[in-house]
T-cell receptor, first 112, second 121 residues
Framework: EIVMTQSPLSLPVTPGEPASISCRSS???????????LDWYLQKPGQSPQLLIY???YRASGVPDRFSGSGSGTDYTLEISRVEAEDVGVYFC?????????FGQGTKVEIK | EVQLVESGGNLVQPGGSLRLSCAAS????????MSWVRQAPGKGLEWVAN????????YYVNSVKGRFTISRDNAKNSLYLQMTSLRAEDTAVYYC????WGLGVSGFDYWGQGSLVTVSS
């Protein structure tokens, strides 16, 4: 089973400032075709998760461009260029390279 | 508008059974892999199962293999999760999710609101 490790687990942020979350996998998530099987989700308080980034760096439909994903192999990063109040919630990374698909523990983002 | 609406969650005793349903609308249900993901109270997300469009390929997390069965009825635009031999650790909100397939597996792009399953005596 691929283990996903996120850091930090808690992230106080200031509106207008950048923020960054790291996700590390226990083995490479890079596919032979060159894509990375890593997605990012945000679960806002009281809501279902929503897809932010897929294949490591592709923004999902309707996701603001202040969100970006990068990385390859075993190390990935979600960046928010300028945090807004609506970005609070828990962020999860997930690998879909091999079953069982596994999620990181989650990073709780809250406003300072 | 894509909608996924789960139902069937309830309080059930350990060892009991329950069937969750997910009604899909707003897209061609038969064209998509579908999945179940769960979240124990106050905890993170756990992938449970995937099912191919024609239902001929399915995958499960080890902890539910032999106890849970994922299925679908494309004529009724519905996804199901039959759960048997339920344990306390199966207590969770169960989400139905659509699997996006762009350049390959590309994440769960739509989620239902979730259905709460509580296993307790």
């Amino acid at each position: 089973e691929i283990v996903m490790t996120q850091s930090p687990l808690s992230l106080p942020v200031t509106p207008g400032e950048p923020a960054s979350i790291s996700c590390r996998s226990s083995q490479s998530l890079r596919r032979p075709e060159g894509y990375n099987s890593l997605d990012w989700y945000l679960q806002k308080p009281g809501q279902s998760p929503q897809l932010l980034i897929y294949l490591g760096s592709y923004r999902a439909s309707g996701v603001p461009d202040r969100f970006s994903g990068s990385g390859s192999g075993t190390d990935y990063t979600l960046e928010i260029s300028r945090v807004e109040a609506e970005d609070v919630g828990v962020y999860f990374c997930m690998q879909s390279l091999q079953t069982p698909w596994t999620f990181g523990q989650g990073t709780k983002v809250e406003i300072k | 508008e894509v909608q996924l609406v789960e139902s069937g969650g309830n309080l059930v005793q350990p060892g009991g059974s329950l069937r969750l349903s997910c009604a899909a609308s707003g897209f061609t249900f038969s064209a998509y892999w579908m999945s179940w993901v769960r979240q124990a109270p106050g905890k993170g997300l756990e992938w449970v199962a995937n099912l191919r469009q024609d239902a001929n390929e399915k995958y499960y997390v080890n902890s539910v293999k032999g106890r849970f069965t994922i299925s679908r009825d494309n004529a009724k635009n519905s996804l199901y999760l039959q759960m048997t031999s339920l344990r306390a650790e199966d207590t969770a909100v169960y989400y139905c999710a659509r699997l996006h397939w762009g350049l390959g597996v590309s994440g769960f792009d739509y989620w239902g609101q979730g259905s709460l399953v509580t296993v307790s005596s």
